[in-house]
């Protein structure tokens, strides 16, 4: 019993997912019956984002008072992430032009989806539109339908507004304050159950598609899993030698979001704990609240880095001569496209028609990607939570906010401290 007790969260979320697939691939018809557990965690790490998010921006700008450090702030981040994203892009590229994952696919098995496929061909991201709807009408509706853009723009200008009047928004930005503590206190109340909710997530997705729907597809499966890999490890080192200090132990410290944005396949879910677990390594509130919510919205390192390589396979499925000057056009144009589609339902299937559409590829060979689409997205996620936690890192590192040794020094403690829990 005492053991039992010692395993940390990470151990316990770990053991949920393994259990999770166990029951789905043996007893299929009890794991899509356990659908429910799934979406009620999931339905309350929603809750808990957006007065999350709402709090931490309006206690970071405004806490900040400083303008102009603020605008290199933002400066510095738009740079990282560019830069991450670029790289996302030419590692995929790389991975599906060495690796070749059309081996074994059978056209034939996208029939099924043909309407979901007419659907994302005729659909494409309206940039002139997005730019305008960052701008919210109602934020109150905007809180209500999750749009991280509308609430992001809303709060940071809510938040330059009460630094501007001086005295008078000292109290809201206290109560930003208080409101961000008590809402990670409820983060941990709802971490307690989060091993029940993924084991319920993962037993309906295996039971629903079966262990069965990877096989054809298992090597588009490693090559994306592979790419991924590299970039990571090639955005650590960078990022190390950038700043001068180790990131790789960030992922260890990490373990507990990571775990939890890889099993839900969601963002949301590892956010929160993302935040605490960066805090606590002594990378100030601000930037930590700052980065980390503009990260989700225009660093989408896992899901740029997939969209490459989705349309390099359509074209090498259908035996379509892709040039690699071609190839290099699509990367500019998906660098573009890319950005701000956080918000968007289906933005990934709608970015890659798209493109693939302005290319001259088959659209309708979007289809044989849906099938193995949760385990594809459960990499791209964990991609994307990992490389914004990286830029909170870099630019705190860069901004001199924090120092070599003590982010030495608390990882250390950081990864002590998970295991004597």
Request: some cysteine.
């Amino acid at each position: 019993m005492n053991s039992l007790r010692k395993m940390s969260l990470a151990t316990w979320i770990m053991i949920g997912l393994l259990a999770g697939i166990a029951v789905g691939a043996i007893a299929p018809d009890i794991g899509k019956a356990l659908k429910p557990l799934g979406d009620i965690f999931i339905r309350m790490i929603k809750m808990i984002v957006v007065p999350l998010i709402f709090s931490c921006l309006v206690m970071g700008i405004a806490g900040t008072g400083d303008f102009k450090k603020l605008g290199k702030l933002g400066g510095k981040s738009i740079i990282w992430f560019e830069f991450a994203t670029t790289l996302a892009l030419i590692v995929g590229l790389v991975a599906v032009n060495v690796l070749q994952p059309r081996a074994g696919v059978d056209l034939s098995s996208g029939g099924n989806n043909e309407a979901v496929t007419k659907a994302a061909s005729s659909k494409g991201l309206d940039h002139v539109a997005m730019l305008v709807n960052i701008v919210p009408t109602n934020i109150i509706d905007a809180m209500g339908r999750g749009d991280m853009l509308q609430i992001i723009f809303f709060s940071c200008l809510f938040a330059i507004a009460c630094a501007s009047v001086g005295h008078e928004g000292k109290q809201i930005i206290d109560l930003a304050r208080d409101l961000a503590h008590v809402m990670f206190k409820v983060t941990h109340y709802v971490m307690y159950i989060s091993p029940i909710g993924i084991f319920g997530a993962i037993a309906y997705t295996v039971g629903t598609f079966g262990i069965t729907m990877l096989l054809p597809l298992v090597k588009l499966i490693l090559c994306l899993y592979v790419a991924i890999v590299v970039f990571l490890l090639l955005v650590l080192s960078v990022g190390s030698l950038l700043i001068k200090t180790n990131l790789f132990p960030l992922i260890k410290v990490l373990k507990e979001p990571l775990v939890l944005a890889f099993s839900t396949a969601a963002s949301e879910a590892a956010l929160p704990i993302a935040m605490e677990k960066l805090e606590k390594l002594g990378l100030p509130k601000r930037i930590v609240s700052f980065v980390l919510p503009l990260g989700y919205t225009f660093n989408l390192d896992g899901s740029t880095l997939y969209s490459c390589v989705a349309v390099v396979f359509l074209a090498q499925v259908y035996d379509i001569n892709f040039p690699i000057e071609m190839q290099l056009l699509m990367l500019l144009t998906l660098m573009l496209s890319t950005k701000g589609i956080a918000g968007v339902p289906g933005a990934s299937l709608i970015v890659i028609a798209g493109t693939a559409a302005a290319f001259g590829l088959p659209v309708e060979g979007i289809a044989i990607l849906l099938g193995i689409d949760r385990v594809l997205d459960m990499a791209r996620t964990f991609c994307n939570v990992t490389g914004n936690c990286i830029a909170a890192a870099v630019v705190s590192r860069w901004e001199k906010e924090v120092s070599a040794d003590e982010l030495e020094h608390n990882y250390e403690r950081s990864i002590l401290s998970e295991e004597n829990l």
